[in-house]
Every structure is written in structure tokens, then in C-alpha cells.
């Protein structure tokens, strides 16, 4: 066998997006032990700069030793108990995968359902809420990533907040794209991914918990339904007096390549990297026009690091993103579930958010969609 050697790729899908160089340089750093004490101080960085990057001073803020769906699980799995009522905002597939979440761990999952494509109606959040006042906990998705839609995270809180509820939010695509303010808007859980904005590899999930979700996982009357992603657990590993017992290995070189990822992020400025993806976007949206191509999604709803656009008519799907693959080594994402076939999804996230990646983009679509919309 020989070594597996990847060709290049440009990632402008909707992640895992590409990766700045010096995430990768520090991937590759001898591995540490997972107890050594410069491990630890790396990871109360990590910690300190999570802080700046979902604002928040929540003390359990930590990292998921897997993806952004394991975030997610350990968020419902934490907070949910056997006959808890949850709503959930649905509009697009990941608002979905928390109906799934709730009902594997015994909630009751009350869902309000929006059209794929648009954000989340506040009108009819309210209603949910009013009409199910003995809802424990309101979740929703902040940045929907299969129809690239944005929603109105501080309205959702408030209206939740109001009523008693906790809230979880998804996080996954927003984090690092978009100003996430946890603490402001009243977020008491919220997961993210590495692999998105964050442009680090895939396979580590942020997350933070507010003192009012601690204290409804204290009060548990039965054991979390997950060892793994039990926070009590975990909290002795990740936790704040630097007392620190063995719980699993930690992933060490991904949370080297976190640690970078979240410098990066930290000295470029949190303002620079949002106005960084907005540029981009309207670059794409300018160039993509000029294509007569087609936003799925209305100008006031749109995430600018997910650019959800429709397939012209007469274009084959598989076929263009294909030779977009092959021929031009660039990387842009189909539609999920019933979008498939009918939209591409192009992300500008984290390092993938560039002037040279946007006219790559538009020069690669230009040059494969010419021979059929002419
Ligand atoms: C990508 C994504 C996830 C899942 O993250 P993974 O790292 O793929 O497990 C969850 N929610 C949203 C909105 C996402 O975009």
C-alpha cells in the first residue's frame, strides 16, 4: 500500500472549509500527553478564547471531543429527561435532527414548522410558546445550513426567556460568520462545529452552558442517558480549578489545530472577520448575478458564508459539481434531503472566505454553465 497523499482541493462547500496553514502546522506538533501540564494551560486558552468567541462568561464552556452533531447530542442529552416538552423551531434539516435528539432521551418534541428557505417565523414561535406554556426548553437553529437561512437568535431567546424556558441553539455555522452573542441574547446552551467558520479540521464541537442549564442538569432525578457526553463527567476533565481527573483521551492535535484556529480568529478581530465574509458575499452575489444566477433564499434572510443558490434549469446536479471537482479541484455542496437536486450550496467560511476563492468560484461556474445556458 502506498501513502495516501490528497489531491488539492478549494472547499467552498458547506464545510469542512478550508483550513489556514498555520492550523495545519500546528496539527502536526509532536502529540502531547493529554495531562501534561502545558496541555492544560493550552486548553484554559482554548477556554478563554471561547469566551470571546460565543461572549459569554459562562464557566462550563468546553469542547466536544467530536463533531458538531456530538455537540448537539450532548446538549439535548444533558438537558432533556423522560417526558420534558421541548419546541422546536424546524426550517431546514438540522432543526430536524433536534426532533431526534429529544425523542431519543424521552422528551416530548413540539414542532413548529417553517418553509425551508425562509427564517423562523417569530409569530409563530410565539404562538408555540403561548400555547404550550409547560415547555421546558426552546430550541432552534441560528444558522441553517442546508437552506442558508439566518434567524433571529436575540428575538427566539427573549420570547422563550419570557416564558420560563431554556434555550438551546445551533451554533455550528454561525460561529465565527456572525456576531453569536450568548450572554446578551439569553442562550442557556448552544453547540458549534470546528470545521465551519471556525476553519479548523472537522471533529471538535464548542460549547457552553449557562448557570441556569447547570443547575437543571444538577437537579436531574435520573442519570444523563449517555456516558460519553454526561457535563458532570466531563466537567471534571474541562473544569475551571485546574483539577483535572482522566475522563477520555482528548483529541489532542485537532485541539492544538483549535487552539490556532481560535488565535487566528481572536487577533484578526471579531468585527474584520464578520465584515471578511460579508465582502466576500457580495462579491459572489455580484459575480453570480451577473451568471443570471438565482438566490434561493430572500436578500433579508441570508447567511453570507452559506450561499444557497438554484440549479438553472437544463443543469444536471451531479454532472456540473463533477467536473467542478475533477476539472477545476473546487469543492461546492448539493442540496440536502428534498433540496437535492435543486439548489448548490456555496460556502465562503472561515479560510475559504476570500476575494481569490469568490472569483475562483465564479470563473469555474462561468466556464462549466456557459455550454448550457447559452
Ligand atoms: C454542519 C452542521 C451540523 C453538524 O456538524 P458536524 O460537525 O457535521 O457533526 C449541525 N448543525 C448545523 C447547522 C450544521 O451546519
Not at 35 to 46: A, H, N, R, S, T
Not at 154 to 164: H, I, P, Q, S, T
Not at 300 to 316: A, K, M, Y
Request: aromatic content about 6%; some cysteine; charged content about 20%.
Amino acid at each position: 500500500m502506498e501513502k495516501f497523499i490528497a489531491k488539492k482541493v478549494t472547499l467552498m462547500g458547506p464545510g469542512p472549509t478550508q483550513v489556514y496553514p498555520s492550523v495545519l502546522e500546528s496539527l502536526s506538533m509532536g502529540t502531547i500527553g493529554h495531562l501534561d501540564p502545558q496541555f492544560i494551560q493550552m486548553m484554559d486558552e482554548v477556554k478563554e478564547m471561547l469566551h470571546g468567541a460565543f461572549q459569554t462568561k459562562n464557566t462550563l464552556t468546553m469542547v466536544v471531543s467530536a463533531p458538531g452533531s456530538a455537540g448537539m447530542e450532548t446538549c439535548f442529552v444533558n438537558l432533556v429527561e423522560d417526558g420534558d416538552k421541548v419546541i422546536i423551531c424546524q426550517n431546514g434539516v438540522f432543526g430536524g435532527r433536534m426532533k431526534e435528539n429529544v425523542e431519543r432521551y424521552g422528551g416530548v418534541a413540539v414542532m413548529v414548522e417553517d418553509d425551508w428557505g425562509t427564517s423562523i417565523s417569530l409569530d409563530k414561535a410565539q404562538a408555540a410558546i403561548d400555547a404550550n406554556p409547560d415547555a421546558k426548553i426552546f430550541a432552534f437553529v441560528h444558522a441553517e445550513t442546508s437552506t442558508g437561512v439566518l434567524s433571529d437568535a436575540e428575538a427566539l431567546c427573549k420570547m422563550a426567556k419570557d416564558a420560563g424556558m431554556l434555550t438551546i441553539m445551533d451554533a455550528v455555522t454561525s460561529l465565527g460568520g456572525l456576531p453569536v452573542k450568548i450572554d446578551e441574547w439569553g442562550v442557556d446552551a448552544v453547540y458549534s462545529g470546528s470545521q465551519k467558520c471556525l476553519a479548523c479540521v472537522p471533529g471538535l464541537s464548542p460549547i457552553s452552558l449557562s448557570p441556569a442549564a447547570v443547575a437543571k442538569i444538577e437537579a436531574r432525578t435520573s442519570k444523563v442517558k449517555s456516558w460519553f457526553m454526561d457535563l458532570n463527567l466531563v466537567m471534571a476533565y474541562w473544569g475551571g480549578t485546574g483539577k483535572r481527573s482522566y475522563h477520555h483521551t482528548a483529541p489532542v492535535n485537532a485541539l492544538f489545530g483549535l487552539h490556532e484556529a481560535l488565535r487566528l480568529f481572536t487577533n484578526e478581530g471579531a468585527d474584520a472577520v464578520f465584515a471578511r465574509h460579508l465582502a466576500c458575499h457580495e462579491r459572489l452575489k455580484a459575480g453570480l448575478t451577473e451568471l443570471g444566477l438565482t438566490f434561493f433564499v430572500a436578500e433579508s434572510d441570508r447567511l453570507p458564508q452559506c450561499n444557497v443558490i438554484n440549479i438553472p434549469e437544463g443543469v444536471d446536479d451531479l454532472e456540473l459539481r463533477t467536473k467542478l471537482l475533477n476539472d477545476h479541484q473546487l469543492e461546492i455542496g448539493g442540496g440536502l434531503g428534498p433540496m437535492a437536486g435543486k439548489i448548490w450550496r456555496i460556502g465562503l467560511m472561515g479560510g475559504s472566505a476570500t476575494e481569490e476563492n469568490v472569483d475562483k468560484c465564479l470563473a469555474a461556474l462561468k466556464a462549466e454553465l456557459a455550454p448550457v445556458t447559452a
